[in-house]
């Protein structure tokens, strides 16, 4: 069965360094999306992505995120200047068709630790 | 906004005997539901889903939830535990709107199975 992958599966950083989630979704998908989970806390929509651009963003994803689709078959969130508050486990999903009735596939997740 | 709400953050069961997993739902109009299931770590693997087809909905290993209106409910039940289901579910709501599509997810229920 396809999988959503995501590289790497951790990721320690300095804080006020960049640093570049990837995730390689489903491929006849075409609906892209990033959640967080920070410890202990619940999931949290980031961001959803279609036709190479923002569908949808929460207040969460300020100036230091932004996201990509750089090729055919990636999909990175990049946060610009890291904060300790931003250490969490990072789940990439995709989707193929818009609506709500469609589940979305998710990766095994990155976590992040900045320290 | 729709939101779920998981009634318990820990569930613990004996192997063999039935499981119980709660979860209420917010909506002003019919929902689209899910429960997904996160092993340690592991990603979010898709359970069920209601999207008002049926009532009682048969998801993966055994699992199935009931949808009941009248409750505003949406519990996730297995007959039989068995070790392996040891893991976090979270009930999710979908909505959509315009080229976006998210997810809302309950705060989890943490399900032990013991011998």
């Known amino acids: 069965e396809p999988e959503v992958t995501q590289t790497p599966s951790h990721q320690v950083t300095q804080m006020g360094q960049e640093v570049i989630l990837r995730c390689v979704p489903i491929s006849n998908h075409l609906y892209f999306y990033w959640y967080r989970q920070i410890l202990g806390q619940k999931v949290e929509f980031l961001v959803s992505f279609y036709n190479n651009e923002i569908s949808e963003k929460s207040e969460i994803f300020d100036d230091q995120f932004s996201v990509e689709r750089p090729d055919g078959s990636n999909f990175t969130l990049k946060i610009r200047s890291t904060k300790l508050e931003d250490s969490a486990m990072y789940f990439c999903?995709?989707?193929?068709?818009?609506?709500?009735?469609?589940?979305?596939?998710f990766g095994d997740g990155t976590r992040l630790s900045i320290l | 906004a729709q939101s779920v709400t998981q009634l318990d953050s820990h569930v613990s069961v004996s192997e063999g005997t039935p499981v119980l997993l709660r979860c209420n739902y917010s909506?002003?109009?019919?929902?689209?539901l899910f429960w997904y299931v996160q092993h340690p770590n592991k990603g979010l693997q898709l359970l069920l889903k209601y999207t008002s087809a049926a009532t009682l909905v048969k998801g993966i290993n055994g699992f199935e939830a009931e949808f009941k209106k009248s409750e505003t409910s949406f519990h996730l039940t297995k007959p039989s535990a068995h070790m392996s289901d040891a893991a976090e579910y979270f009930c999710v709501v979908s909505d959509q709107t315009g080229t976006a599509s998210k997810l809302t997810f309950g705060t989890g229920t943490r399900l032990q199975v013991t011998l």
């Open positions: 909506s002003s109009y019919s929902p689209s």
């Open positions: 999903a995709s989707s193929n068709l818009l609506s709500r009735n469609q589940p979305q596939h």
